[in-house]
């Protein structure tokens, strides 16, 4: 399991460690993931740089005579990597050892350098700053294509093809006998990592939230991604990091975004309907769902190490080239009268061999036209395999605009592909695939894993200080193909691939067998794969723990509230549980900081506790309050006592200048506002200027069962003219939302 925790720096490459439970034990293996600082041009078969610049051109006087203008331009083929080669793996591995010297062999495992496990991401390329592609053309690249998706194997290679503009071809020239670089390459990926040693944990204060969300919405529609800051700010929700070493910024920042995000997601599924919590759109007053207690238990959770966090990746550079190196990579044809005479097509397979359940491919062109030259018919079979990706179809044309070639291709896959039965497609007939006659002079097969299926399963939610093994059946039923895998704290993740060749036959499904440490077993039903982890997808499917393993209950105790008048909150928490009491004492000092009691428990879904706060003041008084009966998995500790109103003043017309006799009388802004607030003895005016900022106060309770009502009373000081004070009102509400007045109805017409 990749982990950010104690990664090492060894330029040009960031190392991470690889971390594995054994009996419930972290340790470190010698496996380390390389991640590069930028992607380089990747080497070919014949270990040059894989790059090929075809420059065809009109030499001086060659256009005269010419029946068209000439089409002079180039076209560029270049893949770019991010593995490190087998030297770099070397030296890495040596830096490795001397940094941690008990890595060296004969003391333990050699060090293993692999490459970093992408999950999904993009790659693009750009030319003198140009990203042409589609419809869309440059002034020196007239289209790229190769940017989009990456695809991810052994190396992350990536293929471009460039076509380029007369000028283009020339300021190519240029730059590569100057020692210039104009290819820019970017990678935006992301990959999972394993909490490892931190503890992640998101709470929110279900009640008192979607209270103060259904008072929000009384004052106007909610955005999606402004949820949790307004919750945040109110200490109603939070978000919750635990590690026993330091992380790096970066890190830290990322994982408290990792949990915002998913905090977020989990507020606009609980609280509102679909279509409110849909995309990041405004959320309509009528989306609010009816509150119901299960609400708490979707929006606390706890991640601990087996659970995947994504991050993310850019890895971006100039893509350097050596001119001593590209030799017969540089190619230039003269034209001839402004056209070709002789067409030239670059093959290129895509198909990273040796990682693929493809064995090879089998690649027929045909060149079938009649011109002024007559009939010309050219045929060329090439077969790509490991170490050889690369072909040149070459014709003579019976035309200049004749230069359509056709393209078959037959797919054939490894024996057994993949399938533990021994089943597999490797005794069945290749798949055969031809491609529409194309007019260019490169043809790139897009071939990587057509045909594959890649079943992808790792541990999410698993306490695997509990929980053994977990055996995962897979089976692809339209073909018979099935599969085993076993996944542990050594090895969280597994891919089982099978060469099935029609993506279109159906779904593959799987069943979950957990092994837990005191010998339990428990079988899951089998459950179809979602669309989205299907054939040609590369989702990963995630696997919990069901609930019934866990032997324990666990409830995270997290302190919210305003704690400017507080020393600490005390929390008693106490547990009978098969004839066995359980207790603990827990103290806070401020909003934010959370802890975990997890007592023994045989029934987890039975678990009922009671809790006691006693709030110790900052000017040392002391109040010791009753237990209460509690079943919550979170238990939102405050001031019980302290009660702190949210002032709403934005669909005030408040904050306006001076104005005319005229505009007053017309109905213009007021200056300001006015709020009075009474609680018993506790009394407050608030002046209200700026119907964006709003206001706040708070009053305390004789006792935590006392009726939290107050009354208030708002007066509207206009730029000119006399006061509109409003009749005083009474409610219990923590968010108050200020109205302007009602206008006054018009008098009854006259009679008749």
């Not at 990592?193 to 929000?216: F, K, P, T």
């Not at 440490?517 to 428990?522: E, L, P, T, Y």
């Not at 079988?523 to 499917?541: C, I, K, M, R, Y």
Request: proline share 7%.
């Amino acid at each position: 399991m990749l982990t950010l925790a104690d990664s090492l720096r060894v330029e040009p490459f960031t190392l991470f460690r690889d971390v594995v439970y054994r009996d419930g034990q972290r340790s470190y293996t010698p496996r380390f993931y390389a991640l590069p600082d930028a992607p380089r041009l990747a080497r070919d078969e014949r270990g040059g740089p894989a790059f090929d610049f075809l420059w065809y051109r009109v030499p001086p006087g060659g256009s005269a005579g010419a029946v068209a203008p000439p089409v002079s331009g180039g076209l560029v083929t270049l893949t770019v990597e991010l593995a490190p080669s087998p030297e770099e793996r070397a030296t890495l591995a040596a830096a490795v050892v001397q940094v941690l010297p008990e890595l060296a062999a004969p003391a333990g495992a050699a060090v293993e350098i692999l490459s970093m496990p992408f999950a999904a991401g993009t790659v693009a390329l750009a030319f003198a700053g140009e990203t042409a592609g589609g419809d869309i053309a440059g002034d020196f690249a007239a289209r790229i294509a190769g940017s989009g998706p990456a695809r991810f194997s052994g190396t992350e290679r990536a293929t471009f093809s460039v076509e380029l503009t007369a000028e283009g071809a020339a300021l190519l020239s240029q730059a590569i006998d100057a020692g210039q670089d104009l290819f820019h390459a970017r990678y935006d990926l992301t990959f999972e990592i394993r909490l490892d040693d931190v503890e992640l944990r998101v709470w929110c204060d279900a009640r008192r939230s979607y209270d103060a969300l259904a008072a929000g919405l009384a004052a106007g529609p909610l955005e999606l991604p402004r949820l949790y800051p307004a919750l945040a700010v109110q200490h109603l929700a939070g978000v919750e990091l635990t590690t026993p070493r330091p992380l790096a910024p970066e890190h830290e920042a990322a994982l408290r975004k990792l949990g915002e995000d998913l905090l977020t997601a989990a507020l606009g599924s609980a609280f509102f309907t679909a279509a409110g919590a849909g995309g990041t759109g405004a959320l309509g007053a009528g989306a609010l769902r009816p509150f119901a207690p299960e609400i708490e238990a979707t929006l606390n959770h706890t991640f601990s190490e087996s659970f995947p966090a994504e991050q993310r990746a850019v890895l971006e550079g100039t893509i350097r080239l050596d001119k001593a190196e590209l030799g017969d990579r540089l190619r230039r044809i003269d034209l001839d009268g402004g056209f070709f005479r002789i067409l030239e097509v670059k093959i290129y397979c895509t198909v990273d061999f040796a990682n693929d359940l493809i064995e090879t491919v089998k690649a027929r062109l045909d060149y079938d036209a009649t011109g002024s030259a007559g009939r010309v018919q050219t045929s060329g079979e090439y077969l790509f395999r490991e170490g050889s990706t690369v072909a040149t179809f070459r014709t003579a044309l019976a035309a200049p605009e004749e230069r359509k070639v056709s393209c078959e291709v037959e797919i054939f896959y490894r024996a057994s592909a993949g399938n533990s039965a021994g089943n597999g497609a490797g005794n069945r007939e290749p798949r055969r695939i031809a491609y529409p006659a194309v007019d260019g002079t490169a043809i790139v097969l897009d071939l990587d894993r057509l045909g594959v299926l890649t079943a992808a399963v790792a541990l999410r939610d698993v306490p695997l200080a509990r929980v053994r093994s977990a055996v995962v059946e897979l089976e692809y039923p339209a073909d018979a193909l099935s599969e085993r895998l076993i996944l542990d704290g050594e090895r969280a993740a597994g891919v089982w691939q099978a060469a099935v060749r029609d993506e279109t036959a159906g779904p593959w499904r799987y069943r979950v067998s957990w092994l837990t440490a005191d010998d339990r077993r428990v079988e899951e039903d089998w459950q179809t794969a979602p669309a989205s982890s299907q054939l040609g997808s590369g989702s990963v499917v995630p696997l919990d723990a069901p609930r019934e393993l866990l032997a324990t209950a666990r409830v995270m105790v997290v302190a919210a509230g305003d704690f400017a008048d507080l020393a600490q909150v005390v929390v008693d928490l106490a547990a009978d549980s098969g004839g066995q009491a359980y207790q603990t004492q827990m103290a806070f000092a401020q909003p934010g900081e959370s802890r975990v009691w997890e007592p023994p428990v045989a029934d987890r879904a039975a678990f009922r506790y009671r809790a006691r706060r006693t709030l110790v003041y900052a000017d040392g008084s002391v109040r010791a309050l009753d237990w209460t009966d509690e079943d919550a998995p979170v238990l939102v500790v405050r001031d019980l006592l302290r009660v702190d109103v949210q002032v709403i003043a934005r669909l005030l017309d408040i904050g306006g200048k001076a104005r005319s006799q005229a505009g007053a009388q017309a109905g213009g802004a007021y200056a300001f506002a006015l709020l009075a607030l009474e609680h018993g003895d506790a009394k407050a005016t608030l002046v209200l200027r700026d119907p964006a900022a709003g206001a706040r106060w708070s009053f305390r309770l004789a006792a935590p069962a006392d009726p939290a009502s107050y009354r208030w009373q708002l007066t509207l000081v206009p730029a000119q003219g006399p006061r509109v004070e409003m009749p005083w009102q009474e409610t219990d509400s923590a968010v108050l939302v200020l109205r302007p007045p009602s206008p006054p109805s018009p008098p009854p017409p006259p009679a008749a």
